[in-house]
């Protein structure tokens, strides 16, 4: 009962703790206790690490595009919330204390419209007007000093659960907070509501297909399908339509970046992202040499009959561009690894034909040796 | 110090490792179970670290490392959860190795291949890539990797080394040590 | 088979050990020389030494064991670090030290990179030094780190011989955290289970780079456990008398000092 007693009073002091009021606009930023500075300077070595290691997205017209969103969703912050892209395919994006805000080139390639990022957008800012990196540092010391006593006074099983729940990720009631923030920043902004819950369809396919057992994203609470519904309750009480929908509007200043992605995917054997992805057919429609990618993800993704449609891609890639050559050299490698010889000489040829200058010149001229000593044989 | 780089250093080169660290007195070193031979530079370390890696350094793996590993087809590429086959071409394996360095952190995900071309070790078709990134503190790391299959093992003979001063002053003995590499058969 | 007397001596056993833990623990400074340096002619002891804005940083330790660097005391401790060296080699006309002098870009971006791979460098003699295992302890007697000849530029536009890092780290333990080891102290003389904190490392570092050649010529730290706190004057310049105790080359001639 004692220990019962200590338990309550422990845990209700520090739920109860005062929250800070959220940030107004520019101004507001100036008036920060010394607690929250530091957790400020400490993001600071986050940014430096981040724009030193090589890792933020370089296209000034895709950032610029971007911070403008945020912009048209905060103009009270004057654009005092950065927003960065990081080269990654990951579906992710997360706010630092101080208000630079981090996406993923990974998830901008997903989204179908400009209503959808501002979507991801105004959920990241609404975690930094509302000081929850502050709040959850503090939830984090409080809750972990918790268990350090409570173990003490050996009792182990409430405040090492706390602690845990506030060690993975914003907690449940911080991304509700940011969810219902971020969707009246939507609103207001003029976006088209109904968008919303198609951010998180887009995290549960993910999901699904790379079969990812921890969920990620700002995704630890409450869970992703939970979320999609939140969204479309919110979204009920609004009349349909509403700015950023164009799926060609956003198309055409993230086509560099949707392909850009794709290679990325590929290059670290995420095919059945990149598959994902593909399976849209507004992106296989606007994405230039789509059937190659698509040939590759399936040469990647090396499951029964993945060969047959890899070739049938690569063919169908030659057949609408003649003078791409990794289609041909694609093919070709394909050939040789299904003892094809002629056709695979022939392929290989007209690749080194097309880009006398590929840094793969080599392996390609290799090949080409197996298959001529075997076409002879 | 406060690195994660110089914690790996510190696990490194304090007991958490499978076999103590010596020093390369005779240039012959045998792989573990004996499955390989290699002539490794006088003077630097070797340390068996698993039974799948062995590591030589002269001043220290943040400052120069030759990683030699070996592990199963299966388990080829543990990051990426793929495995390597015997008649897999020189080229996919380069690419499996790609994709298995990107996974293995934010900052090796942005690394720029910098050359990727066949080769020869121990008499079989390999691979050779040269990757570069950059650290946190946007120091360049330049990497080249040569990789191989023989029959169910897959054969990878790394070196790892900062660009500024390191990676050349360094990479002569790594290429004599790859020269020298001997598969054994059983 | 434990009886009342076995178990009252084992709680008085706990308190004593975390007392001694908490109070203060040793500490240990140690320099390095490269011996090979000055061999020749043109391998002269600096004379000017560039001053590297100091990478010490601080940080708090709460009552959970929640780590939170501050800025505010790292700029305190670097200060402190600073005045006690400008202090210690002045007294000993050991070398001048040159805080912030005027570079150009390419240069400040050369040593931005060459303090990245100092890092690596500095990292590495240390880890061998502190490694338990022999054979890099040896490596580490033969003590010729170095950063290469890239700072050769910086050497001549600047007039300098040499550059000089100060590394540090220091966590200190909040109020909470003192009062849970306290409170640790109390539980385990009340109930015999013995919560152990976590200690407080304080690390200092110097290490001096001539610039004309690369090499770590002098490398010198101090490693303590227990409760150091950088942001006390007097501790850092405790530290800082120490370390520079080990420099090897006494003092600079008198002629030193006038412009190449």
């Given amino acids: 009962m004692r220990s019962g007693a200590v338990i309550a009073l422990l845990t209700a002091s520090a739920l109860a703790a005062a929250r800070p009021a959220p940030f107004t606009d520019a101004s507001s930023l100036g008036h920060l206790d010394s607690d929250e500075q530091r957790v400020w300077s400490q993001s600071n070595d986050m940014v430096l690490a981040l724009q030193r290691g090589g890792v933020v997205y370089a296209d000034p017209g895709v950032t610029a595009y971007v911070q403008g969103v945020m912009n048209r969703l905060f103009p009270q912050f004057e654009g005092r919330i950065h927003v960065e892209v990081l080269r990654s395919p990951q579906l992710n994006a997360f706010a630092l204390p101080d208000g630079h805000v981090y996406i993923n080139e990974g998830l901008l390639a997903r989204f179908q419209n400009e209503a959808q990022l501002a979507t991801v957008l105004a959920h990241e800012g609404t975690h930094f007007t509302h000081r929850h990196g502050y709040q959850n540092q503090q939830s984090v010391k409080d809750n972990s000093a918790f268990a350090t006593f409570g173990a003490m006074l050996g009792i182990p099983i409430l405040p090492q659960l706390v602690a845990a729940s506030s060690v993975f990720g914003f907690s449940r009631e911080l991304e509700t907070e940011a969810d219902k923030g971020g969707f009246a920043r939507l609103s207001s902004a003029g976006y088209d509501v109904h968008e919303s819950p198609k951010v998180f369809e887009h995290l549960i396919a993910e999901i699904k297909v790379e079969d990812i057992k921890e969920p990620y994203f700002f995704a630890s609470h409450p869970k992703l399908a939970e979320r999609v519904d939140n969204m479309r309750k919110l979204a009920a009480g609004f009349p349909p339509g509403g700015a950023g929908t164009s799926h060609a509007a956003y198309a055409q200043v993230m086509g560099k970046t949707r392909v850009d992605n794709l290679e990325q995917m590929l290059s670290m054997g995420r095919a059945k992202s990149a598959l994902l992805m593909l399976a849209d057919s507004e992106h296989m429609s606007e994405l230039p040499h789509a059937q190659y990618y698509l040939g590759e993800a399936y040469r990647l993704r090396a499951q029964p009959g993945d060969a047959q449609l890899a070739e049938s891609a690569y063919l169908k890639a030659i057949a609408d561009a003649a003078d791409f050559a990794p289609s041909y050299r694609a093919v070709g490698v394909l050939y040789i690894k299904t003892q094809q010889y002629p056709a695979a000489s022939k392929y290989l040829t007209r690749y080194l034909e097309l880009s006398p200058d590929a840094s793969d010149r080599k392996y390609v001229e290799s090949y080409l040796a197996i298959a001529r000593k075997k076409e002879t044989q | 110090m406060r690195h994660a780089s110089t914690i790996i250093l510190m696990l490194l080169l304090s007991g958490c490792a499978q076999q103590q660290p010596v020093r390369v007195d005779t240039p012959r070193t045998e792989g573990p179970d004996k499955n390989y031979s290699v002539d490794l530079p006088l003077g630097w370390m070797k340390q068996q670290l698993t039974d799948k890696t062995m590591l030589a350094s002269r001043d220290g793996p943040l400052l120069e490392a030759i990683y030699i590993g070996r592990r199963t087809a299966k388990e080829a590429f543990p990051r990426i959860k793929k495995g390597a086959a015997d008649n897999m071409l020189a080229s996919e394996l380069a690419e499996l190795e790609i994709a298995e360095v990107k996974s293995q952190d934010t900052f090796t995900a942005a690394l720029t291949v910098l050359e990727n071309e066949p080769a020869l070790v121990s008499s079989r078709d390999a691979f050779r890539i040269k990757v570069s990134y950059k650290n946190t503190r946007g120091l360049e790391i330049d990497r080249v990797i040569y990789g191989f299959m023989d029959a169910s093992s897959y054969y990878s003979i790394q070196y790892i080394a900062p660009k500024l001063y390191y990676f050349d002053r360094y990479y002569p003995d790594f290429e004599k040590s790859v020269a020298s590499f001997q598969v054994v058969k059983k | ?260």
């Fill in chain 3, 1 to 260: 088979m434990r009886g009342p007397m076995t178990m009252a001596t084992f709680r008085l056993a706990a308190v004593l050990g975390l007392t001694a833990l908490v109070a203060g623990g040793c500490a240990t400074t140690k320099g390095s020389v490269n011996q090979s340096f000055g061999s020749t002619p043109e391998q002269a002891p600096p004379r000017r030494v560039l001053l590297v804005e100091p990478d010490i940083r601080l940080h708090e330790v709460s009552a959970g064991g929640v780590v939170e660097k501050i800025d505010e005391w790292s700029r305190q401790a670097s200060q402190n670090a600073v005045n006690s060296l400008q202090d210690a080699v002045g007294k000993q006309t050991l070398f001048e030290l040159v805080a912030a002098p005027n570079l150009t870009e390419a240069d400040k971006a050369a040593l931005d990179q060459h303090a990245a791979l100092y890092a690596l460098v500095g990292g590495s003699a240390h880890g061998a030094q502190a490694s338990p295992y022999a054979a890099w302890r040896q490596r580490a007697a033969t003590f010729d780190y170095t950063l290469g000849p890239g700072l050769q530029g910086v050497a001549e536009h600047t007039h300098m011989d040499a550059v000089l890092f100060l590394v540090g780290t220091d966590y200190i333990s909040s109020a909470g955290r003192r009062a849970a080891m306290v409170f640790g102290i109390l539980a385990a003389a009340l109930t015999g289970v013995v919560i152990a904190p976590a200690g407080s490392p304080t690390f200092m570092s110097v290490g001096l780079v001539d610039m004309r050649t690369g090499a770590l010529i002098w490398y010198a730290t101090d490693i303590r456990g227990g409760s150091s706190d950088l942001r006390d004057a007097g501790v850092m310049k405790e530290l800082i008398d120490g370390m520079v105790q080990t420099y090897p080359y006494g003092a600079k001639p008198a002629d030193a000092g006038k412009t190449k």
